[in-house]
């Protein structure tokens, strides 16, 4: 059985950090993709960052500059460092990975997720 089990989500102040990560266990294959999706209240859930296997990323324009993905192929973990967080980055983040596909899109979503984690960002 495939898990995903996140951590390092909580409560903090605009301009603050946090480091999500996330630990994908049960899967023999090799994961191609890995990455962050968050979904405000209200919202539709949306794509923050992904990164490949080769440790080729994507951002979200929103979060560019800001967020970093990184992964340990090794450990099949894989890293979201938030820096200048702001209240519009509250959101639950939810980690995800495919063994199979490469990019990620409405109609084509990853094939595994985690439970999600809260962030929350006060002004």
């Known amino acids: 059985q495939v898990q995903l089990v996140e951590s390092g989500g909580g409560l903090v102040q605009a301009g603050g950090s946090l480091r999500l990560s996330c630990a994908v266990s049960g899967i023999t294959l090799s994961i191609n993709t890995m990455g962050w999706y968050r979904q405000a209240p209200g919202k539709e859930r949306e794509l923050v960052a992904s990164?490949?296997?080769?440790?080729?990323?994507n951002y979200a324009d929103s979060v560019k500059g800001r967020f970093t993905i990184s992964r340990d192929n090794a450990k099949n973990t894989v890293y979201l460092q938030m820096n200048s967080l702001k209240p519009e980055d509250t959101a639950v983040y939810y980690c995800?990975?495919?063994?199979?596909?490469?990019?990620?899109?409405?109609?084509?979503?990853?094939?595994?997720w985690g439970q999600g984690t809260q962030v929350t960002v006060s002004s």
């Open positions: 990164i490949l296997s080769g440790r080729s990323t």
């Open positions: 995800a990975a495919d063994p199979w596909r490469t990019t990620w899109g409405p109609s084509n979503l990853p094939r595994y």
